[in-house]
């Protein structure tokens, strides 16, 4: 069974930070990219970045650019998400998203596998 457990969600003041956590379950996910998505209530699930394992630029939405980073510990299995600046328009369910083919994160939204989700709530 693969999963993937994000943590670090939470309640934070606008201007602030938090740092997102998603740990995979298994080695294999090596050659897998990996992403982050949010939904907001009465909103659809968007994408918000996403990083290959094995190297190479990161992709992200623009309403994040220059706020959110991307990045992993391949020896933890684990991606991360670092958020600065958080805007209350940045509160979302934040889900963890992994896929053999990056294009399913980043333009399809159709990832193989999602994590269960952590609350991020950006207070003004």
């Known amino acids: 069974q693969v999963q993937l457990v994000e943590s670090g969600g939470g309640l934070v003041q606008a201007g602030g930070s938090l740092r997102l956590s998603c740990a995979a379950s298994r080695r294999t996910f090596s050659r897998y990219a990996m992403g982050w998505f949010r939904q907001a209530p009465g909103k659809e699930r968007e994408f918000v970045a996403a990083v290959r394992w094995s190297g190479g630029s990161a992709s992200y939405a623009d309403s994040v650019k220059g706020r959110f980073t991307i990045f992993r510990d391949s020896a933890k299995i684990t991606v991360y998400l670092q958020m600065n600046r958080l805007k209350p328009e940045d509160t979302a369910v934040y889900y963890c998203?992994?896929?053999?083919?990056?294009?399913?994160?980043?333009?399809?939204?159709?990832?193989?596998?999602w994590g269960q989700g952590t609350q991020v709530t950006v207070s003004s």
């Open positions: 998203a992994a896929a053999e083919d990056p294009q399913n994160i980043v333009v399809s939204g159709t990832p193989d596998y």
